[in-house]
Every structure is written in C-alpha cells, then in structure tokens.
C-alpha cells in the first residue's frame, strides 16, 4: 500500500468533519460489535446470504478487497476459504479487530488490514491485479463520493473483475411500518432524504446516505455493467427488529424464506432494509 503525494481527491471540511465523526461514532462499537449490536440473528442470516452471492462470484484463491470490514467477520471467512484478502476499514478501531482475528486464526499470510476508508481507495496499490471488492452491510452509504470509489476499484480490478455490495436501500417497508406506528413521522421519513443525513449510534452520529439500487448503479455506470441486483429483508425484518426472529421464530423462516425466493423480482427487487448488488468491470 501506498500514498502517493498529491493524488489525495480535495474533500470539502465539512464533508471531512462528517467523516471524522462516521469514524469515531464506529471506533465507539468496534469493540462489541460482534455481540448483538453486529452479528445478531437476523445480520448472521443476511451475513449469509452475502457469503452465497461471494462463493458463487469469486473463484479459489481470489485476490479481493473487503471495503469497509468491520471486525474482519467476512475478510477471515473469505481468507479460510482459501482467498486473499486485502481488508480496508476507515475506523482504525474496526481495522485492530480485523488484524486480530486474521491472526487469532493464523490467516496473516491471506488477510492483510488496513486503515484505508473508502473515500481513499487511491492508497492501496496493485493496480489491475484484484479479481473483485466486495462490502457488506452498509459502508458504501456513508463514503461521500461514489464515483470516485467507481473510477478506483476499476483500476485496482483485472479485466471483468466484480463487485459484490451489501448497501442499506431507500424503501424499507418494515422501518416505514415501526416509525409510523410509534408516531415518529420524521424518523420514518429518513431514508427519503435526497443528500446525507444523520443518524445516531452509540451517542455519537453516523452519517449515511440512502439508495435506491438505481441511484446506487448510476454512480458505477461508466465502469461497470450491471449483472443482478435484489433486495434483503424485504419481508424479514430489518436487524435492529430481531425481537421478532426470538418470539416468532416460525413466522421468521418463513418471511425470510420468502426473502430468498422472491428479493430478485422486479419491484421487490428495489426494497428492503438492504439491497444486494452485483457489477462487472466492463
Ligand atoms: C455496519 S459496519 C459493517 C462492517 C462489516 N462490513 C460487516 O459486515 O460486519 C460498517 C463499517 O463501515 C465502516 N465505514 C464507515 N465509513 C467508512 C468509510 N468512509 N470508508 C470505509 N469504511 C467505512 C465502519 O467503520 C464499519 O466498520
């Protein structure tokens, strides 16, 4: 990894600020965030279907970017399987986990972290040689430019390499239904919001922005085409309702087996708590 002098793109204070306290408000969870704020029931099943959609894109041994790793849950699985994995994270606290996972499990040798957010792309090296960049669960909403980190992975990919995205969507049906039934009109709006907004976490502020699948590829057009995109938790509830997977375990697998069936098909393909996105290097 590198950071050449003067390619760093000008970000504007404000949206540095913004980033600063993304980092922080993450920092404050990185070290309970595989407890039930990170990798409860209902994350561990869409964690799992994020896995499907990995090993039926990515042949063995894979070099791969993992953008946004979190404690390094994804990089670790991906690096036993036999991959390479270069783990970037914006929050140096996530970034730790990461490193001490990979050598808890004696993967140093497959999975390399590093503190790299995903509005600096730029700073890792290697160019042409990545067979894909995947990311799971939401990074991508809170990096301000998405063009930029397009322009980036197409040139850290090899010809046809893919992308494979978890991103929090715009049209969550379940949250719109929470909100409006706790009378919080404002908060059942959010995911509207056209710029990036402001949502709390742990007392601090994450600030996210919202996408249709649609808006989200537009960013990615002049690179990559298009391969599939569907939602996740279109009927299953979003994580923060996992409530409803303890008391009503049977009426969960059934929702979430409709998930799986039916996230792929048109209109209900743009819903859900997440949305699943799959592009290639054109
Ligand atoms: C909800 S967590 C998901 C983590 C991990 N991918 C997983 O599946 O558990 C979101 C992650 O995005 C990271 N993040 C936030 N802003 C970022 C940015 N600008 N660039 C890269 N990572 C960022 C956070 O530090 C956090 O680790």
């Given amino acids: 990894m590198s950071t050449p002098p003067g390619t760093q793109p000008t970000l504007a204070d404000s949206t540095l600020a913004r980033l600063r ?12 965030y595989d407890g039930p704020r990170g990798n409860n029931g209902l994350i561990q099943d869409m ?45 140096p606290l996530m970034v730790q986990r990461t490193q001490e996972r990979a050598e808890r499990e004696q993967l140093t040798d497959r999975v390399r972290a590093f503190e790299v957010g995903g509005h600096e792309l730029q ?4 160019t042409g040689s990545y067979d894909g960049v995947y990311s799971n669960l939401g990074p991508l909403n809170c990096v301000p430019d998405l063009a930029a980190v397009s ?19 715009r049209v969550c049906p379940w949250e719109m239904a929470h909100y409006l039934r706790q009378g919080r009109w404002t908060r059942a709006r959010i995911r509207f919001a056209r710029n990036t907004v402001p949502v709390g976490m742990n007392k601090h502020t994450i600030w996210t922005r919202y996408y249709t699948p649609r808006e989200f590829y537009r960013a990615f057009k002049d690179q990559f085409t298009l391969e599939h995109y569907r939602g996740l938790c279109v009927f299953a509830p979003p994580p923060y309702l996992t409530s409803v997977r303890d008391t009503h375990p049977r009426i969960y697998g059934r929702l979430w087996r409709l998930d799986k069936l039916s996230a792929g098909w048109p209109l209900i393909h743009a819903m859900g708590d997440h949305f699943l996105i799959v592009m290639k290097r054109r």
């Fill in 21 to 32: 306290e993304t980092q922080i408000a993450f920092d404050s969870v990185a070290a309970d």
């Fill in 47 to 91: 964690r799992a279907e994020m896995w499907r959609w990995l090993d039926a894109t990515f042949s063995p041994e894979s070099r791969l970017i993992d953008l946004g790793c979190g404690t390094g849950l994804d990089a670790v699985r991906m690096g036993q399987l036999g991959h390479f994995v270069t783990a970037t994270d914006w929050s």
């Fill in 123 to 126: 700073r890792l090296d290697a």
């Fill in 151 to 169: 322009r980036e992975c197409a040139r850290l990919l090899k010809p046809c390499g893919k992308l494979v995205f978890t991103v929090i969507g």
